[in-house]
């Protein structure tokens, strides 16, 4: 009754206030259809990029720390080597006239022995070194400490600093196994980025 009662123009003014409320309605779904639609693409697009980069991303964090478990083992090599050195298990003298290395006569440092022991614990379970390394470098360093943990048990009576050894196949076994260990720790550097593609 009210449109009847007015006029003309009034009528024509109350449809277009209509047609742009439709407009404007009709715009208003066509944007948030349009927002919806970019956060649906963006969120899938996220998943899709997260599931290709979290296993990349994981892999780099395995092989830098393998890489560092394997410095902190190598580093270890200064109580193992027979190169005379601040901290060398093994020292050994070569009797004057003798060319031969069979000849040779070997000391034990009960320091750098215990100390050695310390290390190879604090590397293995400490710095979490046990974790990222191969089984023949764990048989190699445990059977190591064994060896060091028998001569220390043998001798710890014993308080001179420098222990003659009296089993040179003892001095040799470890000497081997500094070499083998050497030799390991070289091979799962170069060995690991293969293993892992």
Not at 23 to 49: D, H, N, P, Q, W
Not at 62 to 68: A, E
Not at 182 to 192: H, R, S, V
């Amino acid at each position: 009754m009210i449109l009847l009662e007015a006029t003309v123009p009034e009528m024509i003014l109350g449809i277009i206030k209509i047609e742009k409320l439709v407009e404007l309605t009709l715009g208003g779904i066509i944007t948030v259809i349009c927002i919806l639609g970019s956060a649906y693409f963006a969120y899938r697009y996220a998943v899709k990029k997260l599931k290709t980069e979290t296993p990349v991303l994981l892999q780099r964090e395995l092989y830098s720390k393998h890489i560092n478990a394997l410095q902190d083992l190598w580093a270890l090599l200064q109580y193992t080597t027979d190169n005379e050195n601040a901290k060398s298990v093994l020292r050994y003298e070569v009797p004057k006239g003798s060319k031969n290395t069979d000849d040779r006569i070997w000391y034990f440092n009960m320091t750098n022995g215990k100390q050695c022991r310390e290390v190879i614990s604090l590397l293995f379970y400490g710095k979490g070194a046990g974790l990222f390394i191969g089984n023949e470098i764990k048989e190699l360093l445990f059977e190591y400490d064994r060896q060091l943990y028998g001569f220390l048990l043998r001798e710890k009576a014993n308080t001179n600093e420098s222990v003659l050894i009296k089993n040179n196949k003892l001095a040799n076994r470890m000497i081997n196994i500094h070499e083998n260990l050497a030799q390991q720790l070289k091979k799962e550097l170069t060995d690991f980025p293969k293993s892992t593609k």
